[in-house]
């Protein structure tokens, strides 16, 4: 057989390594098979990491394996326990209650193991009140904000394909259902540390920690305190990334213990969002009552869960000084990492001691009249150093122009201290500041296509996100002002 003619599952050999972690950490169990599962969109990128072709993922064979209809011979599909505080409370055990890890696949790329994940593949022991299922309209937004955050460089989980079917799922109202492949080195999260830390079970905690240590952080292996050193690279990674979520106006939506990464990456998609108009205190989740998530709460409440974290690791740190030590490592982190991105945002290449002020001074003028986030620093990349010529491009997208204007000679004077050249500089800063991002109108309008079964808008958003900072002119009513129906968008945990 030619290696086209090869069945797909050949190529598909799942490793077990999470597996290897023993049985009072998850519980093995198949996929509740789903009706007539077709494919919806597959993440070229994805495809290449595991060497799969897009003629191969639309053969029934994958489709079936992909949305959990079809045993793939070698794996045991099996569903994690975890814990964690939700909104800031204990909510004790939760789990994977509608997540299924199939197995681990090698990238054909650099040999490392990635989980393989159906999200939505039916009930789990841990689904307390939950069905097991996603709908459609939700998994088409995990699906596409994966692949959206990966192309803005930003460290997430990933989404090889989406499968979809015509079987109704009920939320406020029956829904169509869909599964979504997750694809990740680890789905552990602070959470999965929480479990054994509040159910006393040392001995679980620390083979946790240790399989962490070993397959994803293998140099702190040889530290004075492995498990402080751990606490220390996850705060440095957890800094990072939210610095990098401010940086593009990301907003989490639900930043519970659970949902966090104990990789630093982006970790579940829901009721998230892109700022549209600038407002700090912009809370996406409409199940927010209290706002705990909103936009400027993030760097706080990733700091809140640093410190979930570290209460976890305690026992195995050994002491609260050494735990605070690796702890105390996020606000600095944080400033010194979004200030480089800022930094970046700005154009500057160099960072002077007043320049924190001229950031906080522009991003004060577009909260003062809700400038959208995304155009106003993309646009911010056409002013001149030496000339007003380009400044009603920018100009066009704020009300408060005369504050503006003084903002402006401030940044001219500020670039032409370091001879800043407009060409380099207009460069630089386009491939930080976005011209794309997923809005939520545009998923919107996709998952309205999307219900009447034409998955074009899915793709073509798809392919547009997976380069946001290239201008992409054929492209550019995707870049515009989003319409005014969008603010009428709320998006909830009901997924
Ligand atoms: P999430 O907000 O998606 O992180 O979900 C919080 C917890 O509820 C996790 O333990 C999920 O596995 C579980 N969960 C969410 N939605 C469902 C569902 N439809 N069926 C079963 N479990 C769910
Ligand atoms: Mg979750």
Same mark, same amino acid.
């Given at each position: 057989?030619?290696?086209?003619?090869?069945?797909?599952?050949?190529?598909?050999?799942?490793?077990?390594?999470?597996?290897?972690?023993?049985?009072?950490?998850?519980?093995?169990?198949?996929?509740?098979?789903?009706?007539?599962?077709?494919?919806?969109?597959?993440?070229?990128?994805? $495809?290449?990491?595991?060497?799969?072709?897009?003629?191969?993922?639309?053969?029934?064979?994958?489709?079936?394996?992909?949305?959990?209809?079809?045993?793939?011979?070698?794996?045991?599909?099996?569903?994690?326990?975890?814990?964690?505080?939700?909104?800031? !409370?204990?909510?004790?055990?939760?789990?994977?209650?509608?997540? !299924?890890?199939?197995?681990?696949?090698?990238?054909?790329?650099?040999?490392?193991?990635?989980?393989?994940?159906?999200?939505?593949?039916?009930?789990?022991?841990?689904?307390?009140?939950?069905?097991?299922?996603?709908?459609?309209?939700? /998994? !088409?937004?995990?699906?596409?904000?994966?692949?959206?955050?990966?192309? $803005?460089?930003?460290?997430?989980?990933?989404?090889?394909?989406?499968?979809?079917?015509?079987?109704?799922?009920?939320?406020?109202?029956?829904?169509?259902?869909?599964?979504?492949?997750?694809?990740?080195?680890?789905?552990?999260?602070?959470?999965?540390?929480?479990?054994?830390?509040?159910?006393?079970? /040392?001995?679980?905690?620390?083979?946790?920690?240790?399989?962490?240590?070993?397959?994803?952080?293998?140099?702190?292996?040889?530290?004075?305190?492995?498990?402080?050193?751990?606490?220390?690279?996850?705060?440095?990674?957890?800094?990072? $990334?939210?610095?990098?979520?401010?940086?593009?106006?990301?907003?989490?939506?639900?930043?519970?213990?659970?949902?966090?990464?104990?990789?630093?990456?982006?970790?579940?998609?829901?009721?998230?969002?892109?700022?549209?108009?600038?407002?700090?205190?912009?809370?996406?989740?409409?199940?927010?009552?209290?706002?705990?998530?909103?936009?400027?709460?993030?760097?706080?409440?990733?700091?809140?869960?640093?410190?979930?974290?570290?209460?976890?690791?305690?026992?195995?740190?050994?002491?609260?000084?050494?735990?605070?030590?690796?702890?105390?490592?996020?606000?600095?982190?944080?400033?010194?990492?979004?200030?480089?991105?800022?930094?970046?945002?700005?154009? $500057?290449?160099?960072?002077?001691?007043?320049?924190?002020?001229?950031?906080?001074?522009?991003?004060?003028?577009?909260?003062?009249?809700?400038?959208?986030?995304?155009?106003?620093?993309?646009?911010?990349?056409?002013?001149?150093?030496?000339?007003?010529?380009?400044?009603?491009?920018?100009?066009?997208?704020?009300?408060?122009?005369?504050?503006?204007?003084?903002?402006?000679?401030?940044?001219?004077?500020?670039?032409?201290?370091?001879?800043?050249?407009?060409?380099?500089?207009?460069?630089?800063?386009?491939?930080?500041?976005?011209?794309?991002?997923?809005?939520?109108?545009?998923?919107?309008?996709?998952?309205?296509?999307?219900?009447?079964?034409?998955?074009?808008?899915?793709?073509?958003?798809?392919?547009?996100?997976?380069?946001?900072?290239?201008?992409?002119?054929?492209?550019?009513?995707?870049?515009?002002?989003?319409?005014?129906?969008?603010?009428?968008?709320?998006?909830?945990?009901?997924?």
């Amino acid at each position: 057989m030619s290696h086209s003619e090869t069945s797909t599952s050949n190529s598909l050999e799942f490793y077990k390594r999470f597996a290897s972690l023993g049985h009072t950490f998850y519980t093995e169990l198949q996929p509740t098979p789903i009706k007539s599962p077709y494919l919806i969109a597959t993440s070229p990128s994805m $495809l290449a990491e595991f060497n799969l072709s897009a003629k191969q993922m639309q053969s029934q064979e994958v489709v079936e394996i992909f949305s959990g209809n079809r045993a793939q011979p070698g794996s045991t599909p099996l569903a994690s326990v975890y814990s964690g505080h939700q909104f800031g !409370i204990w909510a004790g055990q939760l789990g994977d209650g509608r997540a !299924i890890l199939l197995g681990e696949l090698a990238s054909k790329q650099s040999g490392a193991l990635h989980e393989i994940q159906l999200k939505g593949a039916g009930m789990t022991p841990y689904s307390r009140m939950g069905d097991g299922r996603a709908v459609l309209r939700s /998994s !088409i937004r995990e699906f596409l904000c994966s692949e959206a955050m990966a192309g $803005l460089g930003i460290p997430t989980s990933r989404a090889l394909c989406i499968t979809g079917s015509d079987q109704y799922t009920m939320r406020e109202m029956p829904e169509k259902t869909a599964i979504v492949t997750r694809t990740a080195p680890s789905f552990i999260r602070f959470g999965s540390f929480e479990h054994w830390y509040y159910n006393d079970k /040392s001995e679980q905690l620390k083979t946790l920690a240790d399989f962490v240590i070993e397959h994803y952080y293998p140099d702190l292996a040889q530290s004075e305190n492995p498990y402080q050193a751990l606490l220390r690279a996850v705060v440095i990674k957890t800094a990072d $990334l939210v610095a990098l979520w401010q940086s593009v106006g990301f907003m989490h939506g639900v930043l519970n213990t659970d949902n966090m990464s104990i990789l630093g990456l982006t970790l579940d998609y829901g009721p998230f969002g892109f700022m549209d108009g600038y407002d700090p205190a912009h809370i996406c989740n409409h199940s927010d009552n209290q706002g705990r998530y909103s936009y400027q709460m993030q760097p706080r409440i990733g700091q809140w869960n640093c410190h979930a974290l570290a209460q976890a690791l305690l026992p195995l740190i050994g002491d609260v000084e050494s735990t605070q030590e690796a702890l105390s490592c996020y606000v600095g982190q944080f400033e010194s990492s979004y200030e480089r991105v800022m930094q970046a945002k700005f154009g $500057l290449t160099t960072l002077q001691a007043d320049d924190q002020n001229l950031f906080t001074e522009y991003l004060e003028i577009m909260a003062e009249a809700g400038t959208d986030f995304t155009l106003a620093f993309r646009q911010l990349s056409r002013i001149q150093t030496t000339s007003k010529q380009n400044d009603n491009f920018l100009r066009d997208l704020f009300v408060n122009r005369e504050r503006l204007d003084v903002w402006l000679e401030s940044y001219r004077k500020r670039l032409q201290l370091e001879h800043s050249q407009d060409l380099e500089r207009q460069t630089c800063m386009n491939q930080v500041n976005p011209k794309y991002v997923l809005r939520n109108y545009l998923a919107q309008q996709a998952i309205e296509r999307a219900e009447q079964k034409d998955f074009s808008e899915v793709h073509k958003l798809l392919t547009i996100l997976a380069t946001p900072y290239d201008e992409q002119i054929e492209h550019e009513t995707y870049a515009q002002l989003p319409p005014d129906w969008a603010s009428t968008l709320s998006v909830s945990c009901s997924s």
